[in-house]
């Protein structure tokens, strides 16, 4: 069994996408869940998923019980040791420094040494409001997003998808390596590059030409896989499952110029297109679609509300 640390406000849409590295993860406190398995290399690449560790035991949520449960633990391993201790959402009010001084000290007596530099292993004590957890660190996602902030690209527009989101609506597709990603109104070529950097091949269309010009000198920076050409998304020049799963974020009615389409043709003639060139899709949108979706043949698997702020709220449908 594994605990997992969760990011974001969101647990749910969290631990949707942890499904794509681990089995049946569930969320048993804010911010923590846990997993029956974890494919440590998918893992690496979770966004809204921080840290998998191997349960070692569970306690009430002080530092005493947390104690008195390593130290009746099996520690089947040897080496150096650090123990990284969290408050998680500040739930438990629990002095961290304590407890990882309290729960370092069992581990000496246990016959570890410690080293908070470069340990041979890292214990994780997560205590919640009802729970404590305590874990070896099994696997990590890498936090390098902020290498690809949109203001940093080499080319960039406002409302671009930020790489956090990017990447996770990638996961909730299950993109895996060797891929076909497609994504029919690429814009700045947000999401396309995530795909890219998981090992799918890229592959963008957009209405505006001044869109495919930056979204390929965008995955130029960052990925060599690629494709992007001007296109119309309701009307794909592409073959008939020519992709392995579609992803892309509508255009916001108030915010998008939509010169040849009413906004719900265009979004109904994309997912339609989408359907026919693969057999799965996450659309990010102002809006929920779903009825558009099954209209265009999709089940919808998921559904998610993320809100961005007062006036914006942002519907993530993961569909089959």
């Not at 123990?83 to 581990?107: F, K, P, S, W, Y």
């Not at 996602?141 to 080499?154: A, L």
Request: glycine share 8%; hydrophobic share 50%.
């Amino acid at each position: 069994m594994y605990v997992l640390e969760l990011g974001g406000e969101d647990d749910a849409f969290a631990a949707a996408e942890a499904r794509a590295a681990a089995a049946d993860v569930d969320v048993v406190a804010p911010g923590l869940a846990t997993a029956s398995g974890v494919d440590r290399e998918r893992f690496r690449r979770l966004a809204y998923a921080h840290r998998a560790s191997g349960l070692v035991a569970d306690a009430e949520p002080t530092v005493e019980a947390a104690v008195d449960a390593l130290g009746a633990a099996a520690l089947d391993r040897s080496g150096t040791v650090a123990v990284r201790a969290r408050d998680v959402r500040n739930a438990a009010g629990v002095d961290t420094q304590a407890a990882e001084r309290a729960l370092g000290r069992v581990l000496v007596d246990a016959g570890f040494a410690v080293d908070l530099e470069a340990p041979d292993h890292e214990l994780r004590a997560l205590f919640s409001r009802d729970r404590a957890f305590l874990g070896w660190l099994a696997a990590a996602s890498v936090r390098d997003y902020g290498d690809r902030k949109p203001t940093d690209r080499p080319f960039f527009q406002p409302g671009s998808m930020d790489p956090l989101l990017a990447r996770a609506v990638c996961n909730l597709a299950r993109v895996e390596p060797g891929d076909v990603v497609l994504d029919p109104m690429c814009g700045t070529g947000g999401v396309l590059v995530e795909a890219g950097l998981l090992g799918a091949r890229a592959v963008g269309t957009d209405a505006q030409a001044k869109m495919v010009a930056g979204a390929r000198e965008n995955l130029a920076a960052y990925v060599d896989d690629f494709a992007v050409a001007r296109a119309d998304a309701t009307r794909l020049p592409v073959r008939d499952d020519a992709a392995t799963a579609v992803v892309f974020d509508a255009p916001y009615g108030r915010q998008s110029k939509i010169e040849t389409h009413d906004l719900a043709d265009l979004v109904g003639g994309a997912l339609a297109e989408a359907r026919r060139v693969a057999d799965r899709c996450v659309l990010v949108a102002d809006r929920d679609w779903r009825a558009e979706a099954r209209a265009a043949g999709w089940t919808v698997t998921d559904r998610f509300e993320r809100r961005v702020h007062r006036s914006l709220t942002r519907y993530v449908l993961v569909l089959a």
